[in-house]
C-alpha cells in the first residue's frame, strides 16, 4: 500500500506565499518523477511543476518565477513554494509521484487526495 499525504493549502490574500508538503509512505523501492497539478471549478486537471529524482524541474509557463518546487529524497517528500499568488491560482492542487512498489517490477502513478489553495481578498 502507498499513500501520498498533502498538506499547507489554504486561504491567502493576492500577493501572499503558501508551500505545500506532500510525503509518499508505503512499500516503496523508488520514486522517479514527483509533481504538482492543480484543477480548478470547471477546468480540467493541469501540470503546475515537475522533478525528477535527480532534480530536474519542468513548470507550467503560468507559474514560471513565482512557484519552485523542490523535493527530499531521504524522506519521499515533494514541497511547492508559492509565491506572489493570484486569484487564478485558486485550485485543489495534487500530489503525483511515479514510483516502483516492492515487490512490483513496474512503476505506476500515484495521486493524493488533494488540497484546496484560495486566494482572495
Known amino acids: 500500500q502507498v499513500q501520498l499525504v498533502e498538506s499547507g493549502g489554504g486561504l491567502v490574500q493576492p500577493g501572499g506565499f503558501l508551500r505545500l508538503s506532500c510525503a509518499a509512505s508505503?512499500?516503496?523501492?523508488?520514486?522517479?518523477?514527483m509533481g504538482w497539478y492543480r484543477q480548478a471549478p470547471g477546468k480540467q486537471r493541469e501540470l503546475v511543476a515537475t522533478?525528477?529524482?535527480?532534480?530536474?524541474?519542468n513548470y507550467a509557463d503560468s507559474v514560471k518565477g513565482r512557484f519552485t518546487i523542490s523535493r527530499d529524497n531521504a524522506k519521499n517528500t515533494v514541497y511547492l513554494q508559492m509565491n506572489s499568488l493570484i486569484p487564478e491560482d485558486t485550485a485543489v492542487y495534487y500530489c503525483?509521484?511515479?514510483?516502483?512498489?516492492?515487490?512490483?517490477?513496474?512503476?505506476?502513478?500515484?495521486w493524493g487526495q488533494g488540497t484546496q489553495v484560495t486566494v482572495s481578498s
Open positions: 522533478i525528477t529524482s535527480g532534480g530536474s524541474t
Open positions: 503525483n509521484a511515479n514510483l516502483r512498489r516492492l515487490g512490483v517490477p513496474w512503476s505506476s502513478n500515484y
Open positions: 508505503g512499500s516503496i523501492v523508488s520514486i522517479n518523477v
